[in-house]
């Protein structure tokens, strides 16, 4: 609303939010930088929660025969492991990334909607915290992560726990698709003069593909759940088999969402490695164009490849075909990013910091993942593997060995950008060490016990089976990788104190978010550069080195424009006043107007406990606070 | 060039890189997203078409065992009307744009073409006639046997129908406030894109009642 705002009244005072201290200044905050640090902690929260989930499940399935917990709250360790870990920690890690580098790389001040990033993030802890609190009551979800209805209807799960799933989900979608329109045009529209698509950092370019992934797929998800929550709260018939409904409606709904959700939560850890693997090789990446046309086109085939998750459920030898198909294909451009990234290390000078190691180690067990996926794609051998440990190996090979990795070596690279310290590299080598060896201890005997049969989702086993031994070793694996997540937390805790001081540029790196101070100063960037290559540092500092090398040509300045100037390093340290920038005021709506919508879905909970006429009270009074502060926040000036 | 940036920082004609105005480029991103939504609810309710075990369907009339008789249940003539209502208020939302990004100029200053507070008024209420029909529709669905608990037809119909009801609310809404503001302190060519963005909207959700309209009424 701001650009319409006849004369702006510019507040030095309230302007200068830089150095602001005080829960309150975090809660009102609208700087891109502070919510991306939100997202940080609250997601590694919910990934360490996240990760004693599976703790728990690995202690239970440690030996046969055990019984640390009951088989009901198995299913809900399962169900909310899972959900968590999707939801909660991988996806808001790479939110943390989107919101805290997007502006910086394309060169910009903020997104474009700051007041709307905060509440996509307020939405996201509330509604987060609504679907995590239930399993100290022990009524979380418990119908796996991906609720398959009619399991999830009224009949076959009465109680709160799907409801809470159903609810929270709803709030988590509106949380990404509220980002995700941010994110979008923040990127089409805010770029630094001469910023050209095709010279976007990687990272960028994939939260780019990721964010029109989010617009397309979670409308899906919202049909199936608002159909499974019509059919829970007020009768529908939507997955009522006996009214004649198909008992496919929702495995399809869901997964035509859920398989572009995977894209969701890779693609951001691709774009991340992009951005190491060039910086510690002191090479442009290899093939940029392709590795950004691979990215397109895994985004695109990704919508086309969800049935492969149904192979099972006998959808006839055509369908089985397509897809078969499909998902065969998408293993190409996936293929081609990795032999990119090996390409862009050959004949670098390649210093093995922590970053890299985890990059490297994104490389290698994201590959064994990516085979076992080509596996899965052909139906018979599907048939073989689905619902056993096997695929349980495969998509953590994908999720911890490709996601994890990738975010927790982008956490490394940009530690120093965001605190202004680096991590220390000692404990970061043995975190790695550790990390890796415990992933490939949990999860690689899985396939072993997977092909012996080992089903997925039960909550203890018979011995003599042949699966002791592995379930021991994938225990043990997970001990160890808890200890190594200490190992990282202490790091990070640690570091952000007592950290060696880093300079702008801390590793060397070519694009624009490492010309501005460390921590960057609330208005990013004092001057807006103009942009002329795609590694414009390393054109500014090694002039001699890049001429010549095929990372698209710097060009001419030709854009004149009165606030952009060419792309230098930023010291000076002034505030947003000094320089006169307008900054966008602190302000508590977005919050506001996250808890009523989080208070409307939860309103509703009360239906069931007979209580109708108090869940529409809380559901029509938190709908009108919401219109209330909806109505207030547009009203009132951004900056 | 330090200077040149501190000398104007209430220049409030913020740099984008397309030149359109953000809110635009949000509009049409969450346009694209809505169309997975309503894909979403008309492809289930083309799924579940013919697939209801107990009446009333859409357009066969259906003997209950007990020998009650249930007529095909849409109303084609009625709906065309609410149909020509809402089409007539895309109309009018152009006429709405043109008048607030012209307001000046020869041809619309002081002219019934240039009273952009009739032309969002009108929409407004096309819109909500529009919803009248539909309240009407949906009463005497439920008069003549047709819940949304009867079968898989009338579930998925009120819950696509339904949704898209909700949309021209909210759009009925947006345009109320903007005739507030109109009245208030008028809406300048500068404001224009607040117009536009609800006219966007609004467009969608006539597009998608096209749909509709012509998937769930039109085609037996």
Redesign the interface.
């Known amino acids: 609303m ?4 006849a ?2 009244t ?1 507040a030095p005072k309230e302007a200068a939010s830089y150095g602001q201290t005080g829960i309150w200044s975090w809660i009102t905050t609208v700087d891109h930088k502070r919510i991306g640090a939100l997202y940080l902690y609250t997601a590694l929260f919910f990934f360490m929660f996240g990760g004693l989930e599976a703790g728990v499940i690995r202690w239970q399935l440690a030996q046969p025969n055990q019984h640390i917990v009951s088989a009901e709250f198995y299913n809900q360790l399962f169900t909310m492991h899972g959900t968590t870990m999707i939801f909660l920690a991988v996806m808001p890690l790479s939110a943390a990334f989107f919101n805290f580098l997007i502006p910086l790389q394309i060169g910009a001040r903020d997104v ?2 700051p007041r709307l990033n905060a509440f996509s993030y307020w939405i996201y802890v509330l509604g987060g915290i609504f679907m995590t609190l239930p399993i100290f009551f022990n009524s979380a979800p418990n119908g796996g992560w991906f609720g398959y209805a009619p399991l999830t209807t009224l009949p076959f799960s009465s109680g709160l726990n799907i409801d809470f799933w159903v609810m929270g989900l709803q709030i988590l979608g509106i949380s990404s ?1 509220a980002a ?3 994110f ?2 923040t990127i ?4 630094a ?1 001469g ?1 050209t698509l095709m010279r976007m950092p990687v990272f960028t370019w994939m939260s780019f593909v990721v964010q029109f992934l989010l ?6 998800i ?3 759940l ?2 499974l929550l ?1 059919d829970r709260f ?5 997955y009522e088999i006996a ?4 008992p496919l ?1 929702w495995q399809h ?1 869901f997964w ?1 969402f859920g398989h572009p959700e995977v894209y969701i939560l890779i693609l951001p850890a691709f774009g991340l490695v992009s951005e190491i693997l060039p910086t510690f090789s002191r090479k442009p990446l290899f093939g940029y164009n392709v590795v950004i046309y691979s990215g397109i086109m895994i985004g695109f085939l990704g919508f086309g490849v969800w049935a492969h998750h149904m192979f099972a459920v006998g959808m006839g030898a055509t369908a089985d075909t397509i897809f078969a198909l499909t998902t065969m294909l998408i293993g190409i451009p996936t293929g081609v990013k990795i032999f990119n990234w090996i390409a862009t290390m050959w004949g670098g000078q390649i210093r093995f910091a922590t970053p890299m190691k985890f990059a490297i180690g994104l490389i290698s067990l994201f590959t064994i993942g990516g085979i076992s996926g080509v596996m899965h794609s052909s139906p018979p051998a599907d048939l073989q593997q689905t619902d056993t440990y096997f695929v349980v190996a495969h998509f953590h090979y994908v999720l911890f060995g490709g996601s994890i990795m990738g975010i927790l070596g982008g956490i490394y690279f940009y530690f120093p950008k965001i605190t202004g310290r680096y991590m220390s590299e000692k404990l970061g080598t043995w975190h790695f060490w550790s990390t890796f060896v415990a992933m490939n201890l949990t999860f690689f005997p899985m396939h072993l016990s997977g092909m012996l049969g080992m089903p997925r989702r039960i909550y203890t086993y018979d011995a003599g089976q042949g699966w002791d031994t592995f379930n021991m070793i994938s225990s043990v694996g997970t001990l160890l990788l808890i200890l190594s997540t200490l190992i990282f937390v202490i790091n990070f805790l640690k570091s952000r104190k007592h950290g060696e001081v880093a300079p702008n540029d801390a590793w060397g790196a070519g694009t624009l978010e490492w010309s501005i101070p460390s921590p960057p100063p609330d208005y990013n960037f ?3 550069p103009v942009v002329t290559s795609r590694y414009p540092l390393w054109d500014l500092k090694h002039p001699d080195r890049t001429a010549g090398i095929a990372h698209s040509a710097p060009d001419v300045m030709t854009i004149t ?3 952009a ?1 060419p792309v230098h390093e930023e010291t000076a340290r002034k505030t947003a006043a000094e ?4 900054m966008p005021f602190n302000t508590v709506k977005p919050a506001i107007a996250a808890l009523a919508i989080v208070m409307m879905f939860g309103g509703l909970l009360f239906t069931h406990k007979g209580q109708f006429a108090l869940a529409m009270t809380i559901t029509i009074g938190s709908a009108c606070l919401f219109v209330g502060t909806l ?1 207030a926040w547009l009203t009132s000036p951004l900056e | ?2 200077s ?7 220049e ?7 030149g ?3 809110r635009k ?2 509009i049409w ?2 346009i ?3 169309c ?2 309503f894909a ?2 008309i492809s ?1 309710y083309l ?2 078409k013919g ?4 009446g009333p369907f859409p357009h066969e009339a259906w003997t209950a065992p007990d020998g009650h008789v249930f007529k095909a249940i849409l109303n084609i003539p009625v709906t065309s009307q609410s149909t020509f209502v809402l089409l007539m208020s895309s109309l009018v939302m152009v006429l709405a744009l043109a008048a607030v990004e012209n307001r000046g100029k020869p041809g619309y200053a002081g002219t019934l073409l240039g009273n952009s507070k009739l032309w969002l008024g009108a929409t407004a209420a096309l819109g909500a006639t529009f919803l009248g029909y539909q309240a009407f529709e949906f009463t005497s669905f439920v008069h003549e046997g047709l819940t ?2 009867t ?2 037809f ?3 119909f009120f ?1 696509l129908t339904g949704f898209h009801g909700a949309h021209v609310t909210a759009g009925v809404l947006w345009l109320l ?1 903007l005739l507030s503001i109109d009245i208030k302190r008028g809406l300048t060519p ?2 224009a ?2 117009v536009d963005i609800c006219a966007l909207y609004w467009h969608f959700v006539d597009v998608v009642w096209i749909a509709i309209f012509t998937l769930v009424y039109l085609i037996k």
């Open positions: 701001a650009t319409t705002a004369t702006p510019f474009a909607f698709l995700a329109f941010n979008i045009t089409i529209n805010m770029r003069p910023m617009i397309l797929a979670f409308p899906v919202t049909i199936a608002v159909f019509f007020f009768g529908t018939n939507f009214a004649g409904a198909d409606l709904l035509v004092a001057e807006i424009d009165a606030h100037v320089l006169g920038i307008p109505y | 060039m330090a040149a940036v501190a000398h104007e920082p209430h409030h004609t913020h740099y984008t890189t397309t359109l105005d953000n480029v949000a991103a969450f694209g997203s809505e997975m939504l979403s609810l289930t799924i579940y697939k209801s075990i107990v949304i608990h079968n898989l009338g579930s998925s819950t406030t500068k404001d894109i607040l």
